[in-house]
């Protein structure tokens, strides 16, 4: 389980966007990625990806735009104050939630 999931609200530490808050649209657990609503990722500009034809599914070859994605290590939760807080977890009324370490307050539920 990630310590940051979609819907949060954080903030770039690392990289050309350093300092923009952004909301988390998606989490890519397998790659340490996260994808930022209004953030394009390190280099600020859309990817390009080449997809070759497949005849046997039928699918034509295209290029494909793409927002990228940012890593996971560079962007820090906001706490309910807007500052940049490391994640934590602690267990309340027997479920495992995440708090925050400035201030230990729970973190607000994703929708």
Do not use: F, W
């Amino acid at each position: 389980m990630a310590k940051i999931q979609r819907n949060d609200q954080v903030i770039v530490i690392a990289g050309n966007n350093k300092g923009k808050k952004a909301r988390v649209l998606r989490v890519l657990t397998d790659k340490n990625r996260v994808l930022l609503e209004g953030i394009q990722g390190d280099n600020l500009r859309m990817i390009k990806k080449h997809v070759k034809p497949n005849p046997q599914t039928g699918a034509q070859g295209s290029i494909q735009e793409l927002n990228p994605t940012v890593h996971i290590s560079n962007v820090m939760l906001l706490d309910a104050e807007g500052k940049a807080s490391r994640v934590g977890y602690t267990i309340v009324d027997g479920k495992k939630v995440r708090v925050t370490k400035s201030n230990g307050q729970q973190v607000a539920a994703t929708k």
